[in-house]
């Protein structure tokens, strides 16, 4: 199996993820029952594939050779274990700014129609439900952090307001589209009332678009992970973790 197509991970980095999470399992106490249909290795790897790909369980049980309700409890099992050992790749966004030159922009993670939600996260430019995060990356394009989800009918200018990283990004010089130009950041210059732009001001917004591009290519890079572009399935409340456990992932992936 070539597990970087399927998985979002090279072997190497799937061998060592399996590892820790043998070693969190070996200093618990052990439960009795019956035998396990499918080896860690192979649970660890469905999980990651409904991670990278986002089919639904019927699929991966077809795949896999067990039914729909063996598929949920490993999801439910190794979830949790994969959180707890990647724990250390997450780094709080004030550490992982410092020194750097930071891109910033917003993008959305469909929910599907939930009629408990109401209009709260219906985003009108987007039409559908959805969440909002907030992405930083460096000028590589190298992931350093994602935000905590807000409702998606809020505009990013809001958005940032409501995770705190206006407040984190008080002193650090970073780069946003027009919609933040109510922050503190570096955004391009608006174009005047019936007026147009100067070529300064034209070269400069030439300059910043030229920098940006790297953090939408970073966005792309995490929503690889299908689970947060092709539409979220699960319960909603557990979006938020789901969303933390495959940015750790791509930090991961990436070699943070």
Known sequence: MRYQCTTGLDSEQVTEL???????????????????LLDLHDQVVMVLMM????????????????????????WRRILPLL???????????????????????????????????GKDNYSG?????????????????VLLAVSEPVPGARHDAAAITLTGWDQLLLDIDWLADSAYSATTATTPERKPPRRPLTNAQKRFNHDISSLRCAVERCIAHLKNWKILATGYRGRLSELPAMIQITTALELYRAGW
């Open 18 to 36: 399996i590892a820790r999470i043998t070693q969190v399992e070996e200093s618990r106490p052990g439960r009795s029952g019956r035998p396990k």
């Open 83 to 117: 959180e707890e050992v990647t724990c250390l790749h997450r780094v709080p966004l004030e550490e992982a700014v410092k020194g750097r030159v930071v891109l910033v922009d917003g993008t959305y993670i469909p929910t599907g129609n939930r009629a408990s939600t």
């Open 51 to 74: 991670l990278r790909q986002n089919p639904n369980q019927m699929t991966i049980a077809d795949i896999f050779g067990v039914s729909q309700p063996t598929v949920s409890r490993i």
């Open 125 to 141: 430019k987007r039409g559908c439900q959805c969440l909002s995060v907030q992405v930083a990356s460096d000028l590589d394009g």
